[in-house]
């Protein structure tokens, strides 16, 4: 696996595609062992995409193109503007609030960030942000995005897993909260050092607050609606995906009556894009993770971690500086796909809740996105707002510091993580 390994990371700095490059490092390793039949690969790649419950990662994309194209996310910042516009900070206040918000409709950190970098990127510097901060707090503001139901990661973890991903959903409200709270407080406590005034100078009407939250209460029950269909048994997995987009739908082009004929071809095609680099990625991870099983690799992490610590939090304190240092080169969801087989038995023998080492797995994958030298979100802000990554880097520090003691309490503390999904759906 040495020679699998080192040719994967020579692929990523050449500049392969990531799909490309996981698919034919992993190749190199039927080169190195003949014995095993040539058709392994290809049925590899085959069944890797027959997971029925890897049906949902199409859908719910389309459900989130299609929200984003009903004209949802003018209601959400409207929304965003009367809940937190008061707060030290202003308009960087209202982007966190707004990535929690969005969190049910998009489900990707990235095209969260892009969006709002888009939306409040301008307003922004007019306001007298830094680009370097701007950049900062819009990024750090959408790791929300991917922890609130419907997130990618939890589907794409559950699935390789086999953990549910009701409970996973179930398990991203209380960490969210808490992601929100922290980072709203180191806008707080960095506005107030850098003189950055509230959005609004006055407290919203009754009536201002009540027409904001008519508009944007059919996204807000978005994700409630997902669970309480997943816990009555009225859907599967895959089957609420296919909800998700008629709701969808039905919001678009009923209630907000945006979604017309252009829009949604939009959404099609956006969504076609979206899932032929997703699910293709799968598709060939199958080629990389046999040569991980067949080699042992679980056992050998397994063996060289306990060797540092035996202690649960502790192991999981090191997994989570692995997955970060990892993420800096590496996309959240080639970590989820790739590293998912490997740290999950691990954690089950230390008798880790999966639900629990789910929600932190993921937080520290998707925190790649947003460090140097290769974060995805990181650079569509930065490109978008025009900000060297040396000054991104340095003015968001609070805000990864920030993220990772969120991150800490969470590991310390697994009740956070497991108190709805277990009063959802029970213990297990």
Request: include cysteine.
């Given at each position: 696996?040495?020679?699998?390994?080192?040719?994967?990371?020579?692929?990523l700095?050449?500049?392969?595609?990531?799909?490309?490059?996981?698919?034919?490092?992993?190749?190199?390793?039927?080169?190195?062992?003949?014995?095993?039949?040539?058709?392994?690969?290809?049925?590899?790649?085959?069944?890797?995409?027959q997971?029925?419950?890897?049906?949902?990662?199409?859908?719910?994309?389309l459900?989130?193109?299609?929200?984003?194209?009903?004209?949802?996310?003018?209601?959400?910042?409207?929304?965003?503007?009367?809940?937190?516009?008061?707060?030290?900070?202003?308009?960087?206040?209202?982007?966190?609030?707004?990535?929690?918000?969005?969190?049910?409709?998009?489900?990707?950190?990235?095209?969260?960030?892009?969006?709002?970098?888009?939306?409040?990127?301008?307003?922004?510097?007019q306001?007298?942000?830094?680009?370097?901060?701007?950049?900062?707090?819009?990024?750090?503001?959408?790791?929300?995005t991917?922890?609130?139901?419907p997130?990618?990661?939890?589907?794409?973890?559950?699935?390789?897993g086999?953990?549910?991903?009701?409970?996973?959903?179930?398990?991203?409200?209380?960490?969210?909260?808490?992601?929100?709270?922290?980072?709203?407080?180191?806008?707080?406590?960095?506005?107030?050092?850098?003189?950055?005034a509230?959005?609004?100078?006055?407290?919203?009407?009754?009536?201002?607050?009540?027409v904001?939250?008519?508009?944007?209460?059919?996204?807000?029950?978005?994700?409630?609606?997902?669970?309480?269909?997943?816990?009555m048994?009225?859907?599967?997995?895959?089957?609420?995906?296919?909800?998700?987009?008629?709701?969808?739908?039905?919001?678009?082009?009923?209630?907000?009556?945006?979604l017309g004929?252009?829009?949604a071809?939009?959404?099609?095609?956006?969504?076609?894009?979206?899932?032929?680099?997703?699910?293709?990625?799968?598709?060939?991870?199958?080629?990389?993770?046999?040569?991980?099983?067949?080699?042992?690799?679980?056992?050998?992490?397994?063996?060289?971690?306990?060797?540092?610590?035996?202690?649960?939090?502790?192991?999981?304190?090191?997994?989570?500086?692995?997955?970060?240092?990892?993420?800096?080169?590496?996309?959240?969801?080639?970590?989820?796909?790739?590293?998912t087989?490997?740290?999950?038995?691990?954690?089950?023998?230390?008798?880790?809740?999966?639900?629990?080492?789910?929600?932190?797995?993921?937080?520290?994958?998707?925190?790649?996105?947003f460090?140097?030298?290769?974060?995805?979100?990181?650079?569509a802000?930065?490109?978008?707002?025009?900000?060297?990554?040396?000054?991104?880097?340095?003015?968001?520090?609070?805000?990864?510091?920030?993220?990772?003691?969120v991150?800490?309490?969470?590991?310390?503390?697994?009740e956070?993580?497991?108190f709805?999904?277990?009063?959802?759906?029970g213990?297990d």
């Amino acid at each position: 696996m040495l020679v699998v390994a080192c040719a994967f990371v020579l692929f990523l700095l050449i500049g392969m595609p990531v799909a490309f490059a996981i698919g034919i490092s992993g190749a190199l390793f039927f080169l190195q062992h003949p014995e095993l039949p040539s058709t392994i690969p290809i049925q590899l790649t085959i069944t890797q995409t027959q997971n029925f419950a890897l049906l949902a990662v199409p859908l719910f994309i389309l459900a989130g193109n299609a929200m984003n194209k009903s004209g949802i996310t003018d209601q959400l910042l409207s929304l965003a503007s009367v809940l937190t516009g008061r707060l030290r900070g202003g308009l960087a206040q209202v982007s966190v609030a707004l990535a929690a918000l969005m969190g049910g409709v998009s489900g990707s950190c990235i095209a969260d960030a892009a969006m709002q970098a888009r939306m409040l990127g301008d307003a922004m510097a007019q306001r007298g942000f830094s680009k370097g901060y701007a950049a900062g707090v819009l990024s750090y503001g959408s790791l929300l995005t991917p922890i609130i139901p419907p997130g990618i990661g939890f589907i794409l973890y559950g699935s390789v897993g086999q953990v549910s991903i009701g409970r996973l959903f179930a398990a991203g409200f209380v960490p969210a909260f808490f992601l929100w709270a922290a980072l709203a407080a180191t806008i707080a406590w960095t506005a107030k050092r850098r003189g950055y005034a509230p959005e609004r100078a006055a407290r919203p009407s009754l009536g201002e607050a009540a027409v904001a939250l008519r508009g944007g209460i059919w996204a807000i029950l978005f994700p409630v609606l997902l669970l309480v269909g997943l816990r009555m048994g009225v859907f599967t997995p895959s089957e609420i995906g296919a909800f998700a987009v008629v709701y969808a739908v039905a919001i678009g082009a009923v209630v907000y009556r945006k979604l017309g004929r252009q829009s949604a071809r939009e959404a099609l095609e956006g969504s076609l894009v979206d899932v032929g680099a997703v699910m293709f990625l799968i598709a060939l991870s199958g080629i990389f993770g046999y040569g991980i099983v067949f080699e042992r690799v679980p056992e050998a992490v397994s063996g060289a971690i306990l060797g540092v610590t035996r202690s649960p939090e502790g192991v999981l304190a090191l997994i989570v500086v692995l997955v970060l240092v990892a993420g800096c080169f590496i996309d959240g969801a080639v970590l989820i796909i790739m590293l998912t087989p490997i740290f999950l038995p691990l954690v089950r023998e230390l008798n880790v809740d999966p639900v629990h080492f789910g929600l932190v797995f993921i937080i520290a994958a998707t925190i790649g996105n947003f460090t140097p030298p290769v974060g995805a979100a990181m650079y569509a802000v930065c490109s978008i707002l025009r900000c060297p990554v040396g000054a991104y880097a340095r003015e968001s520090a609070p805000f990864l510091a920030a993220v990772a003691a969120v991150t800490l309490l969470l590991i310390l503390v697994p009740e956070l993580v497991l108190f709805v999904p277990d009063l959802i759906f029970g213990k297990d």
